[in-house]
C-alpha cells in the first residue's frame, strides 16, 4: 500500500450505522466503540505537525461503529490518531494504515485492529 497522505477525508455516511461498499475505496475502515460507558465523540489524525478537523459528525455510543475512509493512499503509513470521549477527554495511539487495517476497536484501555 502507498502511503497515506493530506488529502484526509471522511466518509462518514448518513449515521453510524450505514455502510460504505468494499469498493468505496481501498483504505475504507470502521471505528467501533467497544468501551463500556464511553461515547466517542472525536477522530482525528496527526500529519505535517498538526491535528486534523473532527472525522465525526456525530458520536458513536458503545456497541455502535462509523464507517471512515482515508480516500487517499499517498503519505506516511504510520499515521498517529486521537480518539475523543464525552467526558473523558483523548488518548493517541498509532497504527501502521499500510498493512490493511478494516476496523479499529477503541476499548476501555487501549485499542486494537483488524
Not at 15 to 31: C, E, G, Q, T, V
Not at 78 to 102: H, L, N, T
Amino acid at each position: 500500500m502507498k502511503k497515506l497522505g493530506l488529502a484526509l477525508c471522511l466518509a462518514f455516511a448518513a449515521s453510524a450505522f450505514a455502510s460504505i461498499p468494499a469498493s468505496a475505496s481501498d483504505y475504507a475502515f470502521r471505528l467501533h466503540n467497544r468501551a463500556n460507558g464511553y461515547t466517542i465523540n472525536g477522530f482525528y489524525t496527526y500529519q505535517n505537525g498538526k491535528w486534523s478537523e473532527n472525522w465525526l459528525d456525530s458520536r458513536i455510543r458503545p456497541g455502535e461503529y462509523a464507517n471512515m475512509d482515508w480516500f487517499s493512499n499517498e503519505g506516511n503509513c504510520v499515521v498517529p490518531f486521537r480518539v475523543s470521549w464525552d467526558g473523558y477527554g483523548a488518548d493517541d495511539f498509532k497504527v501502521d494504515w499500510c498493512k490493511g487495517v478494516s476496523n479499529i476497536y477503541m476499548k476501555d484501555k487501549g485499542f486494537s485492529w483488524d
